[in-house]
């Protein structure tokens, strides 16, 4: 079973308008944390957010939000006010366990468009 | 610059061909990590130092990858006797290990290797 899920290939946004990228993950570890990165055609990974299995609250970054809902598995971004500069791959990705980054599961991605 | 530096930007190389790629983590960090993407797909763990410690290898580093942290400083991955599947990008990234919690790993701009 795939561990982490983007069932979005490609999504569009009007400027100025807000997206919620869709992002569903499994384990049975009690810990975990799920990470949201943005890469742009540069290639480099951008690290944006980051959610942790026992915060209590939302995680908020800026623009970025994260929507997460524990008992869907679910751990969508939304991004408030898109610009063009967002125009990107966006990976969902989780590490399994305590202790820090170790090793991270990722996604297959969403590719964000932004239209002027 | 002090971010992950990551040299070459790309290579290509006949196939049979070993190459070597060089990874330059943020000088504090005490963990580095080497994923590999193909393309249409998210970043795929392969390996990961803690200090000059390789603590984890993935399935996906056959006998033909080796890995390497001699000083806990920088990294070098090498490929011998590459093969066309080997044609990918490889990305270093690396992270400060805080114990319990995670921190965000930082990712370098990739070495794209294209074997012909």
């Known amino acids: 079973a795939q561990k982490i899920t983007q069932t979005q290939p490609g999504m569009f946004v009007q400027e100025k308008e807000a997206v919620t990228l869709d992002c569903t993950y499994d384990?049975?570890?009690?810990?975990?944390?799920l990470f949201w990165y943005k890469q742009p055609s540069s290639g480099e990974m951008i690290f944006l957010i980051y959610?942790?299995?026992?915060?209590?609250q939302n995680a908020t970054e800026g623009r970025y939000s994260l929507n997460f809902q524990k008992a869907r598995k679910s751990a969508n971004l939304v991004i408030s006010a898109s610009q063009l500069g967002d125009s990107a791959m966006y990976f969902c990705?989780?590490?399994?366990?305590?202790?820090?980054?170790?090793?991270?599961?990722f996604g297959t991605g969403t590719k964000l468009q932004v239209i002027p | 610059d002090t971010g992950v530096s990551q040299n070459p930007r790309h290579k290509i190389t006949k196939r049979g061909q070993n190459v070597t790629f060089r990874c330059d983590p943020i000088?504090?960090?005490?963990?580095l990590y080497w994923y590999r993407q193909t393309l249409g797909q998210g970043p795929e763990f392969l390996t990961y130092?803690?200090?000059?410690?390789?603590?984890?290898k993935s399935r996906l580093l056959s006998d033909r990858f080796s890995a390497e942290r001699p000083k806990g400083s920088f990294s070098t991955l090498e490929i011998q006797r590459t093969e066309q599947g080997d044609s990918a990008m490889y990305l270093c990234?690396?992270?400060?290990?805080?114990?319990?919690?995670?921190?965000?790993?930082?990712f370098g701009q990739g070495t794209r290797l294209t074997v012909v």
């Open positions: 990234a690396s992270s400060l290990s805080k114990g319990k919690g995670a921190t965000e790993a930082f």
């Open positions: 384990t049975s570890d009690p810990s975990y944390g």
């Open positions: 959610q942790g299995s026992y915060d209590q």
């Open positions: 990705a989780m590490r399994e366990g305590p202790g820090g980054y170790q090793k991270v599961t």
């Open positions: 000088s504090e960090h005490n963990r």
């Open positions: 130092f803690q200090n000059e410690a390789q603590l984890e």
